[in-house]
């Protein structure tokens, strides 16, 4: 069983830039970030690959946000810049037992118990 834990999360205005972290308790294979506003499903964010190599970010984050990881702290990373009040969310980071990055939530078997990030205007 791996636990996720994420972090990072708070009070932005309009502009301005966040780094989350998702702390991993073992070994993750592909992993990803996923957001969700109350009354609306889960959306993807952006996923890496169990060797980083390979990224997929969701068109309307693409150019704002980064995913990155360090494999030797079973760490992930979200550096989202440019923040906008409608990136008002709970972050959720995830990870699978496949090593391939993947954008839907189905396909994930671990999740973090998220983080608030608010945007002021």
């Known amino acids: 069983q791996v636990q996720l834990v994420e972090s990072g999360g708070g009070l932005v205005q309009a502009g301005g830039s966040l780094r989350l972290s998702c702390a991993a308790s073992g070994r993750t294979y592909g992993m990803g970030w996923f957001r969700q506003v109350p009354g609306k499903e889960r959306e993807f964010i952006a996923a890496?690959?169990?060797?980083?190599?390979?990224?997929y970010y969701a068109d309307s984050m693409k150019g704002r946000f980064t995913i990155s990881r360090d494999n030797a702290k079973n760490i992930m990373y979200l550096q989202m810049n440019r923040l906008k009040p409608e990136d008002t969310a709970v972050y959720y980071c995830?990870?699978?037992?496949?090593?391939?990055?993947?954008?839907?939530?189905?396909?994930?078997?671990?999740w973090g118990q998220g983080t608030q990030v608010t945007v002021s205007s």
């Open positions: 995830a990870a699978r037992r496949g090593p391939v990055a993947v954008t839907t939530t189905t396909l994930y078997d671990y």
């Open positions: 890496i690959s169990s060797n980083g190599y390979s990224t």
